[in-house]
């Protein structure tokens, strides 16, 4: 019984610390020290929101990978959207981390993001390629790093077929050209690789067949190069190393100087003062006929009254002239 528990718990032990370390792949890449970033937690792998994802970010994930430094941090499904959870957004690496997950951040699956918004890198793993003083990011003298150390390629033998193969692990398209005999210029320090023969299915320059990593018979005159099809500026749209999240839009707010405000009033004005003119003009006919009206109506009465009393009158007369003959008669 003691054995089985003792069993256990080391399996819980062993279950809590996988879940917790080693938790960071990149995938979709073109060798394993690119691609989308995911995270594993909880048993889960899930995706990273871009949302202040840079290189500072993407630097801790190379260095949990083994991958030399951070060249570049990469958003909008760069590498192509992931699918299931979005384990972290708004990351903040100070630097030093060594794990992606003890960078501050939302919290797990805490974001406002979508796989639209996956999060990549592009790190220079040892031996990675990179291209030196050439006219764009896809084009120049081939330089390696090794042993933390950038050195140039020899182009003995060198090829298209070779080129190809850097093309294709920079991201730059097809090669179009391999020069030679330092086309782009010679180099300095150490010539890392010579006599280099790739069969074109190679995804890192480092794969293919050469004389080692120490080419000592040859010198910087003969360093090579290339020149990939895909120019700096035809490159994927997520080119930006800092990616700062989508603000709500406040709403607009219109600030209009004192002196246009006064000169509107005066216009306006203006342009009232007419109607309200008008207006007055016609409530004071609208009083004048009003009380035309009842002047008038009153002194028809009154002569209605005076005719009515005379009438009376004379009607009053005749009944008395009547009454005084009638009485003479008696």
Known sequence: MKICLTLIILTCIVTMTTSDTGNVRLVNGYSRCSGRVEVFHRGQWGTVCHYNWDLTDAAVVCREMDCGEALRAVGYAYFGPGSGLIWMGNVSCSGPESTLKTCVSRGWGVHSCDHRFDAGVICSDIGSVRLVDGN???????????????????????????????????????????????????????????????????????????????????????????????????????????????????????????????????????????????????????????????????????????????????????????????????
């Open 136 to 330: 764009s990011s896809c084009s120049g003298r081939v330089e390696v790093l090794h042993d933390g150390q950038w050195g140039t390629v020899c182009s003995y033998n060198w090829d298209t077929t070779d080129a190809a193969v850097v093309c294709k692990q920079l991201d730059c398209g097809e090669a179009l050209q391999a020069p030679r005999d330092a086309h782009f210029g010679p180099g300095s320090g150490p010539i890392s690789m010579g006599n280099v023969s790739c069969t074109g299915s190679e995804s890192t320059l480092k794969s293919c067949e050469s004389n080692g990593w120490d080419a000592l018979k040859c010198f910087h005159i003969h360093d090579a190069g290339v020149i990939c099809s895909v120019s700096q500026t035809e490159r994927r749209p997520a080119q930006s190393t800092s990616i700062t999240p989508p603000q709500t839009p406040a709403a607009a707010s219109l600030s209009i100087p004192p002196v246009v405000v006064i000169v509107l009033g005066s216009v306006l004005l203006l342009l009232l003062l007419p109607l309200i003119i008008l207006i007055q003009q016609n409530r004071a006919m609208r009083r004048a006929v009003s009380n035309m009206r009842r002047r008038t109506w009153t002194e028809a009465d009154y002569e209605k009254i005076d005719h009515r009393r005379t009438t009376e009158a004379f009607y009053k007369e005749i009944d008395h002239r009547d009454d005084l003959i009638s009485q003479r008669g008696a």
